[in-house]
Protein backbone atom coordinates (compact mmCIF):
# COMPACT_ATOMS: atom_id res chain seq x y z
CA UNK A 1 0.00 0.00 0.00
CA UNK A 2 1.29 3.44 -0.94
CA UNK A 3 -0.38 7.01 -0.92
CA UNK A 4 -1.28 9.11 -3.56
CA UNK A 5 -2.01 12.95 -3.32
CA UNK A 6 -3.94 14.30 -6.38
CA UNK A 7 -3.65 18.11 -6.24
CA UNK A 8 -5.43 20.63 -9.27
CA UNK A 9 -3.24 23.80 -9.73
CA UNK A 10 -4.22 26.94 -8.33
CA UNK A 11 -6.66 29.04 -10.18
CA UNK A 12 -6.61 31.01 -13.34
CA UNK A 13 -8.37 33.95 -14.62
CA UNK A 14 -9.40 32.50 -17.49
CA UNK A 15 -10.82 29.87 -15.46
CA UNK A 16 -12.35 32.04 -13.03
CA UNK A 17 -14.40 33.57 -16.32
CA UNK A 18 -15.81 29.58 -16.45
CA UNK A 19 -13.61 29.03 -19.49
CA UNK A 20 -11.90 25.43 -20.22
CA UNK A 21 -8.58 25.98 -20.56
CA UNK A 22 -7.26 23.34 -22.04
CA UNK A 23 -3.79 23.55 -23.37
CA UNK A 24 -3.25 27.22 -23.04
CA UNK A 25 0.00 28.02 -21.22
CA UNK A 26 -1.48 30.16 -18.53
CA UNK A 27 -0.21 31.32 -14.97
CA UNK A 28 -1.59 30.95 -11.67
CA UNK A 29 -3.54 33.79 -11.01
CA UNK A 30 -1.85 36.52 -8.51
CA UNK A 31 -4.79 35.41 -6.00
CA UNK A 32 -3.46 31.67 -6.14
CA UNK A 33 0.05 33.25 -6.17
CA UNK A 34 -0.75 34.58 -2.58
CA UNK A 35 -2.35 31.29 -1.82
CA UNK A 36 0.88 29.54 -2.56
CA UNK A 37 3.55 29.93 0.59
CA UNK A 38 0.36 27.85 2.69
CA UNK A 39 -0.44 25.43 0.17
CA UNK A 40 3.44 24.65 0.13
CA UNK A 41 4.08 24.54 3.44
CA UNK A 42 0.79 21.91 3.82
CA UNK A 43 1.97 19.79 1.11
CA UNK A 44 5.23 19.49 2.61
CA UNK A 45 4.07 17.90 5.75
CA UNK A 46 2.55 15.43 4.00
CA UNK A 47 5.44 13.06 3.98
CA UNK A 48 5.52 13.21 -0.06
CA UNK A 49 8.39 11.98 -1.75
CA UNK A 50 8.25 12.74 -5.21
CA UNK A 51 6.18 15.06 -7.52
CA UNK A 52 4.47 14.18 -10.78
CA UNK A 53 3.29 17.32 -13.48
CA UNK A 54 2.57 18.38 -16.92
CA UNK A 55 4.46 20.91 -18.76
CA UNK A 56 1.75 23.37 -18.32
CA UNK A 57 3.11 26.27 -16.24
CA UNK A 58 -0.23 26.42 -14.14
CA UNK A 59 0.58 22.99 -12.92
CA UNK A 60 4.53 22.88 -13.53
CA UNK A 61 5.89 25.61 -12.07
CA UNK A 62 4.60 25.17 -8.66
CA UNK A 63 5.51 21.77 -8.35
CA UNK A 64 8.64 22.67 -9.18
CA UNK A 65 8.78 25.03 -6.16
CA UNK A 66 8.42 22.10 -4.05
CA UNK A 67 11.99 21.21 -3.86
CA UNK A 68 11.35 17.28 -4.35
CA UNK A 69 12.17 15.00 -7.02
CA UNK A 70 10.14 15.99 -10.01
CA UNK A 71 8.76 14.30 -13.06
CA UNK A 72 7.42 16.46 -16.24
CA UNK A 73 5.23 14.44 -17.89
CA UNK A 74 3.21 15.99 -20.66
CA UNK A 75 0.63 13.12 -20.90
CA UNK A 76 -0.50 14.77 -17.45
CA UNK A 77 -1.55 18.39 -19.64
CA UNK A 78 -5.33 18.77 -19.59
CA UNK A 79 -7.98 18.02 -21.90
CA UNK A 80 -7.01 19.67 -25.59
CA UNK A 81 -10.28 22.15 -26.35
CA UNK A 82 -9.23 23.14 -29.46
CA UNK A 83 -10.97 25.78 -30.67
CA UNK A 84 -12.94 26.62 -27.31
CA UNK A 85 -9.47 27.10 -25.19
CA UNK A 86 -9.98 29.84 -23.22
CA UNK A 87 -13.23 30.80 -24.63
CA UNK A 88 -15.94 30.92 -22.15
CA UNK A 89 -18.61 27.80 -21.71
CA UNK A 90 -21.50 30.76 -22.02
CA UNK A 91 -19.74 32.05 -25.24
CA UNK A 92 -19.45 29.04 -27.08
CA UNK A 93 -21.63 28.33 -30.03
CA UNK A 94 -22.61 24.46 -31.51
CA UNK A 95 -21.45 22.19 -28.22
CA UNK A 96 -24.79 20.62 -28.03
CA UNK A 97 -23.41 16.87 -29.09
CA UNK A 98 -20.44 17.64 -27.21
CA UNK A 99 -23.00 18.16 -24.02
CA UNK A 100 -24.59 14.80 -25.13
CA UNK A 101 -21.24 12.50 -25.08
CA UNK A 102 -18.63 14.67 -22.95
CA UNK A 103 -16.67 11.66 -23.12
CA UNK A 104 -16.39 10.59 -27.02
CA UNK A 105 -17.11 13.72 -28.52
CA UNK A 106 -13.72 16.12 -29.51
CA UNK A 107 -14.21 19.37 -29.55
CA UNK A 108 -12.91 21.31 -33.03
CA UNK A 109 -9.66 22.27 -34.11
CA UNK A 110 -7.78 20.06 -32.57
CA UNK A 111 -9.01 18.70 -29.79
CA UNK A 112 -9.58 15.84 -28.04
CA UNK A 113 -11.97 13.81 -26.54
CA UNK A 114 -12.06 13.08 -22.83
CA UNK A 115 -11.20 9.41 -23.31
CA UNK A 116 -8.30 10.11 -25.20
CA UNK A 117 -7.22 12.36 -22.56
CA UNK A 118 -7.92 9.91 -19.55
CA UNK A 119 -6.44 6.80 -21.80
CA UNK A 120 -2.79 9.17 -21.55
CA UNK A 121 -3.03 10.15 -18.04
CA UNK A 122 -3.73 6.81 -17.03
CA UNK A 123 -0.61 5.42 -18.79
CA UNK A 124 1.63 8.17 -17.49
CA UNK A 125 0.50 7.15 -13.80
CA UNK A 126 0.83 3.34 -15.10
CA UNK A 127 4.34 4.01 -16.52
CA UNK A 128 6.18 6.14 -13.82
CA UNK A 129 4.46 3.92 -10.89
CA UNK A 130 6.99 3.82 -7.72
CA UNK A 131 4.49 1.60 -5.01
CA UNK A 132 7.24 2.67 -2.43
CA UNK A 133 6.89 6.37 -2.79
CA UNK A 134 4.60 9.12 -1.50
CA UNK A 135 3.56 10.69 -4.59
CA UNK A 136 1.96 13.57 -5.24
CA UNK A 137 0.53 14.17 -8.88
CA UNK A 138 0.18 18.14 -9.21
CA UNK A 139 -1.89 18.65 -12.71
CA UNK A 140 -5.06 19.31 -13.70
CA UNK A 141 -9.18 18.66 -12.72
CA UNK A 142 -9.65 16.48 -16.79
CA UNK A 143 -6.40 14.36 -16.19
CA UNK A 144 -7.19 13.85 -12.14
CA UNK A 145 -10.72 13.11 -12.31
CA UNK A 146 -9.37 10.63 -14.85
CA UNK A 147 -7.03 8.93 -12.62
CA UNK A 148 -9.19 9.03 -9.80
CA UNK A 149 -11.58 6.82 -11.44
CA UNK A 150 -8.82 4.06 -13.05
CA UNK A 151 -8.21 3.64 -9.29
CA UNK A 152 -11.65 3.42 -7.48
CA UNK A 153 -13.06 1.61 -10.85
CA UNK A 154 -15.50 4.02 -11.92
CA UNK A 155 -16.82 5.08 -15.38
CA UNK A 156 -15.58 7.85 -17.62
CA UNK A 157 -19.07 9.78 -17.65
CA UNK A 158 -19.05 9.85 -13.29
CA UNK A 159 -16.07 11.09 -12.98
CA UNK A 160 -16.72 14.18 -15.17
CA UNK A 161 -19.45 14.60 -12.22
CA UNK A 162 -16.60 15.49 -9.81
CA UNK A 163 -15.59 18.93 -8.62
CA UNK A 164 -12.79 19.47 -8.16
CA UNK A 165 -11.34 23.60 -7.08
CA UNK A 166 -8.28 25.31 -7.76
CA UNK A 167 -5.45 23.64 -5.04
CA UNK A 168 -8.48 21.06 -4.07
CA UNK A 169 -6.37 18.01 -2.47
CA UNK A 170 -7.87 14.55 -3.01
CA UNK A 171 -6.21 11.24 -0.56
CA UNK A 172 -5.63 7.73 -2.26
CA UNK A 173 -4.52 4.95 -0.72
CA UNK A 174 -3.25 2.28 -3.56
CA UNK A 175 -3.29 -1.47 -3.60
CA UNK A 176 -1.74 -3.25 -5.80
CA UNK A 177 -0.85 -0.39 -7.96
CA UNK A 178 -4.71 -0.80 -9.95
CA UNK A 179 -6.59 -0.12 -6.71
CA UNK A 180 -7.61 2.58 -4.51
CA UNK A 181 -9.71 3.50 -1.64
CA UNK A 182 -10.58 7.59 -1.33
CA UNK A 183 -10.04 8.94 1.87
CA UNK A 184 -10.78 12.62 1.25
CA UNK A 185 -11.43 13.96 -2.27
CA UNK A 186 -11.38 18.14 -3.37
CA UNK A 187 -10.22 19.92 0.31
CA UNK A 188 -9.44 22.79 -0.05
CA UNK A 189 -5.71 24.01 0.44
CA UNK A 190 -5.06 26.00 2.77
CA UNK A 191 -6.56 24.60 5.12
CA UNK A 192 -8.96 26.53 7.47
CA UNK A 193 -8.67 26.61 11.56
CA UNK A 194 -6.45 27.65 13.80
CA UNK A 195 -4.00 24.73 13.33
CA UNK A 196 -3.91 24.48 9.66
CA UNK A 197 -3.92 20.71 9.76
CA UNK A 198 -5.42 18.63 7.42
Not at 54 to 80: F, M
Not at 153 to 162: C, I, K, N, T
Amino acid sequence: MTTLYLLRHGPTDAGARGAPLGRLNLPVNEAGQALWPRVKAELLGLGIQRVLTSHLARARDHARDLGLPIRVLPDLAEQAFGAWDGVPWSEIQGAEAFFKDPVGSTPPGEGESFFRCADRARAAIQGTWDGAAVTLVLAHGGTLRAILAHFLGLPLDRALDLVWQPFGLSKLEIYQSQRGILCFHNRSLPSAGPSGML
